[in-house]
């Protein structure tokens, strides 16, 4: 993906392919649907931290390819929103966190400006917030409105069941065969969103190969450092 001049990166796992959809089947349809047909009114995604909005993000992005630019603006608050300055060139603008610059003046406007770009162009906005558009407490009341206009989705949150099958579908995609067992095994001895889980099965993808170990119970115990159960 080009990038702009932005020092940004797609994180290699963030593909369609490794997001569990369990319960975000139509949110989850609809991206790939407006990546398919390179058309349509855009997203607003909204959801609390760890739930998948930044995932998803640079998954229509790694689809779209050269087509698109993904933005995380929590990075870029101090920051000139100059950088946004362009970004209506491309038929996909991916924003994360966009409520990050609220109650920033010359971001709000900088935010207003290209939303218009945008829809003169036939682009396509892709934003992701913790909460819908008039609940982000933007000063400007024309970039509520604006953002309004884009249709909403709440990313629900995985269950205790779904944790599991979407720690064994990122293990699968990095090559890694996680039983059932010892991704209940992680659940049950770490902090429950999927982030954190899944900063510990890279570390324990990074292990494995090096000790060339299957991802057995003991195996996560001693990675982890658990030499008994608590």
């Not at 990074?206 to 195996?219: D, G, K, N, S």
Request: hydrophobic share 45%.
């Amino acid at each position: 993906m080009s990038q702009l001049a932005l020092p940004l990166r797609l994180q290699d796992h963030a593909v369609f392919e490794s997001f569990l959809p369990t319960g975000n089947e139509t949110l989850v349809a609809f991206l790939l649907d407006i990546v398919v047909n390179r058309k349509g009114p855009g997203a607003w995604i909204r959801g609390a931290a760890a739930t998948g909005k930044t995932h998803l993000l640079q998954a229509v992005c790694e689809r779209a390819g050269d087509h698109a630019q993904f933005l995380p603006l929590s990075e870029f608050v101090a920051v000139s929103p100059a950088i946004l300055e362009g970004l209506a060139n491309r038929p996909f603008v991916c924003l994360d966190d966009v409520d990050a610059v609220a109650g920033n003046k010359d971001w709000e406007l900088s935010l207003f400006r290209l939303y218009n770009a945008l829809d003169e162009s036939g682009g396509i906005l892709i934003c992701s917030a913790a909460s819908a558009p008039r609940d982000c407490q933007y000063d400007l009341p024309d970039l509520s409105s604006r953002f309004s206009l884009l249709p909403t989705f709440q990313l629900q949150a995985l269950d205790e069941s779904a944790r599991i099958e979407a720690l064994q579908l990122r293990a699968r995609h990095r090559g890694l065969e996680l039983p059932t067992e010892s991704a209940g095994y992680l659940l049950s001895r770490s902090t429950r969103d999927m982030a954190s889980l899944y900063a510990l099965l890279d570390k324990l993808d990074t292990e494995a190969m090096v000790a060339q170990r299957r991802l057995t119970i003991p195996f996560v115990k001693e990675v982890l450092g658990l030499n008994q159960d608590r």
